[in-house]
Nanobody, 115 residues
Framework: QVQLVESGGGLVQAGGSLRLSCAAS????????MRWYRQVPGKQRELVAA???????NYADSVKGRFTISRDNAKNTVYLQMNSLKPEDTAVYYC?????????WGRGTQVTVSS
């Protein structure tokens, strides 16, 4: 059973920064793609950033230039550095591990950006 545990969320003022972490209890971490999603009540979960097992990254247009996804395979951890935060970034952020037919989710961490 794979467990993903997010941390690092919280309340921050607009323009501030947060770094989210997601620790995976999985030996398959290094060969898996890792993704960060976010969701606000009443809306669909949206992909924010992704990093492949080889380190290729991809971002939603709304966060390009502000967010950076990275991974540390030695620690089975993926990060999301969020800078220049905006109130519209407020959401629950979820970590996702994807490997073919295997798809696992964390419980999420709340990020709230005040104006």
């Amino acid at each position: 059973q794979v467990q993903l545990v997010e941390s690092g969320g919280g309340l921050v003022q607009a323009g501030g920064s947060l770094r989210l972490s997601c620790a995976a209890s999985a030996s398959i971490f290094s060969i898996s793609d890792m993704r960060w999603y976010r969701q606000v009540p009443g809306k669909q979960r949206e992909l924010v950033a992704a990093i492949t097992s080889r380190g290729t990254t991809n971002y939603a247009d709304s966060v390009k230039g502000r967010f950076t996804i990275s991974r540390d395979n030695a620690k089975n951890t993926v990060y999301l550095q969020m800078n220049s935060l905006k109130p519209e970034d407020t959401a629950v952020y979820y970590c996702n591990l994807y490997l073919g037919i295997r798809d696992y989710w964390g419980r999420g961490t709340q990020v709230t950006v005040s104006s």
